[in-house]
């Protein structure tokens, strides 16, 4: 299994961001697909999660109406989309699936909202 984000980088607050996270070695559109986060001195959240059919659940209540998430199956791909970011979504993002009852994580991809 290999997972890689993308996307990331440094953002005004009320900017906006999508991430990319490009799967292999497993069946994509047979799982479901996270997003969490975690910033420093804190621990792992889970953001979103991303159904088999694309629908969005365990949505956040800090990023409720402002991040949501989609798929593309044809490209093995799982997006998050941040709108209205704000210096408390600065985290490293990471890309997460079970397969083979492990859990799988992408190396992260850096968000920093600052002016």
């Known amino acids: 299994v290999q997972l890689v984000e993308s996307g990331g980088g440094l953002v005004q607050p009320g900017g906006s961001l999508r991430l990319s996270c490009a799967a292999s070695?497993?069946?994509?559109?047979?799982?479901?697909m996270s997003w969490y986060r975690q910033a420093p001195g804190k621990e792992r959240e889970l953001v979103a999660t991303i159904t088999r059919g694309g629908d969005i659940t365990n949505l956040a209540d800090s990023v409720k109406g402002r991040f949501t998430g989609s798929r593309d199956n044809a490209k093995n791909t799982v997006y998050l989309q941040m709108n209205s970011l704000k210096p408390d979504d600065t985290s490293v993002y990471y890309c997460?699936?079970?397969?083979?009852?492990?859990?799988?994580w992408g190396q992260g991809t850096q968000v920093t909202v600052s002016s």
């Open positions: 997460h699936v079970i397969w083979g009852f492990t859990h799988n």
């Open positions: 070695g497993f069946t994509f559109s047979s799982r479901a």
